[in-house]
């Protein structure tokens, strides 16, 4: 078994464990990689994500920012401009994306094709 390093992430309160469950949500690691290059609007990040609507991404861009991972900045202009931008801390998440991108790539079909072996039919 692999060691998880000192904290017990196998505990409900766990900071390590509640990080990880920000982290894991569907549309989490996506919209970080889209706001890596620099602030983004909410449209920008719609068309960029296929696939995901903009409700599901406002909800979030605010789960996110409540976690600090994320800043919202709106401009007194008219008409209003929202852009959505990595906090330090979020900006820390992006080598570790781009490792579990990387891995995705190189392992997408086998986990595909074991999908379709599988005889209870998840897909």
Known sequence: MSDFGSGDLFLADCPARLAVEVIADKW???VLAGLSKGPVRHGELVDLIGGISRKVLTQTLRRLEAHGLVR?????EAPPRVEYELTPLGATLIDPIHILTEWARANGDAVLEALDADPGGLR
């Open 28 to 30: 989490t690691v996506v």
């Open 72 to 76: 919202r900045h709106a401009y007194a």
